[in-house]
């Protein structure tokens, strides 16, 4: 079958096709009308002229290359026979045959055999029409030969246009690929950053604390030994802290979370770990809203990294009782909103301060420029005293309904 256009709209194929058979019908209407004697041949050439049209349409990929360019030359040699025979009342019905097949033979046909298919449509157009009329009369002869052509000029532009467009989506796509690529690229290197932070402000500094200790207490060990054991045990209490940490920086690394559980599956089972590793606070999450929106994996991800940071600063700065984690779907995008009623903090100080060099763990800028390629946002609410509110958002799409399976019909172009 002749290649689908993408999209749902007609296109010149699919009214040339389906003029084609209007044009024989019509033609064939009139023919039982004229009850001439060559009416069976007339009838018989006719539905022969269209199931081979149909035919070729139908076994399109069946054909194949020379199958294809075949069609075309006993399609004219049908349509010729055709002309030459009908009676000289039924040749202007069956000369509309030639803007279809015109369509046929550009499609099918090289640009330069197609332009010799041409001719000879014009050439039998002319030979037909002159002696149906007994002379050459302009209105009658240039007509269909003017339509002729028109329709073929037309015919290509369109598929310059197709072609355009095809080339168009294809950069599009590329684009598209290299926009993704360069976003996982700046999430790998962000990530990356988050990593070497949460490593300096933890492990390094606190292995620099402990070797220090452990310098100062191989200094006191033969004149103050007390001392010496306090430091190695303080340095031994420091270790197995560090250790905890550790463990639960490598949890957080995992990237199977989001993707086996989901958000609102990752999100529930970090607010219960966080709960589990010793904090005062009774962290609480839900989850509101239809889980309709279609979130992008790297979103639900940055969504994720949001959350950890959030609650890994609650953990050690906000001293907070009470911590709830509110996931909200809505048609055209997602919240994460981390509330606490901890110490609180100016937003716009610690704002400044991080703008001026790298902060701790995610940072609240680093994660507003994040959540901003996906369409969202950062907005931190808080006051001294007063507790926090870190709300993040970003853009989700609509899931898409399956569509439809069309029904195939032998005049689809």
Do not use: K
């Not at 389906?18 to 044009?23: E, K, M, R």
């Not at 000369?95 to 015109?102: D, F, N, Q």
């Not at 209105?139 to 269909?144: A, S």
């Not at 999430?187 to 932070?197: D, K, M, N, S």
């Amino acid at each position: 079958m002749l290649e689908r256009v993408r999209g749902s709209r007609p296109t010149l194929e699919h009214v040339s096709h389906l003029a084609f058979f209007v044009i024989v019908a019509s033609a064939l209407l009139q023919l039982a009308r004229l009850n001439s004697s060559l009416c069976w041949y007339i009838a018989t050439a006719s539905g022969l002229l269209a199931l081979t049209y149909a035919g070729g349409l139908v076994l399109w990929e069946r054909l194949g290359a020379v199958g294809r360019a075949t069609w075309i030359p006993l399609l004219l040699l049908l349509w010729g026979t055709l002309l030459f025979l009908v009676p000289d009342v039924l040749t202007s019905a069956y000369v509309w045959c030639a803007l279809p097949l015109a369509c046929a033979a550009q499609r099918v046909l090289g640009r330069r055999f197609a332009m010799v298919a041409l001719a000879v449509i014009t050439l039998v157009l002319v030979t037909a029409l002159v002696e149906a009329s007994g002379r050459f009369v302009p209105d009658i002869v240039l007509v269909p030969v003017a339509a002729a052509w028109g329709t073929v000029a037309l015919y290509r532009a369109q598929q310059r246009d197709a072609e355009e467009r095809r080339r168009l989506v294809e950069e599009l796509r590329g684009t598209r690929d290299l926009v993704a690529r360069q976003q996982r690229r700046a999430g790998v290197l962000a990530e990356r950053t988050r990593i070497a932070r949460d490593l300096h402000d933890t492990l390094a500094q606190e292995l620099a604390g402990g070797l220090m200790l452990l310098q100062a207490a191989e200094r006191d060990w033969d004149d103050r030994p007390d001392v010496a054991r306090t430091r190695v045990r303080a340095v031994a209490d420091g270790l197995g802290t560090n250790l905890t940490e550790t463990r639960r920086m490598i949890r957080d690394l995992t990237p199977s979370t989001v993707a086996e559980t989901g958000l609102e599956g990752a999100l529930s089972v970090l607010c219960a770990r966080s709960q589990a590793d010793g904090t005062a606070a009774q962290v609480r999450f839900r989850a509101v809203g239809d889980p309709q929106p279609v979130l992008d994996e790297h979103a639900a991800t940055t969504l994720f990294r949001v959350a950890q940071s959030t609650l890994a600063n609650v953990r050690e700065h906000a001293h907070a009782v009470n911590v709830q984690v509110t996931l909200s779907r809505r048609p055209d995008r997602v919240d994460l909103e981390v509330s606490d009623d901890g110490v609180g903090f100016d937003p716009a100080e610690v704002f400044a301060r991080t703008s001026q060099g790298p902060g701790r763990g995610f940072g609240l800028p680093a994660a507003r420029a994040r959540l901003r390629e996906y369409g969202g946002d950062l907005d931190v609410c808080g006051e001294p005293g007063r507790g926090t509110r870190i709300r993040a958002t970003v853009s989700a799409r609509p899931r898409p309904q399956p569509a439809a399976v069309p029904v195939p019909s032998a005049t689809a172009g």
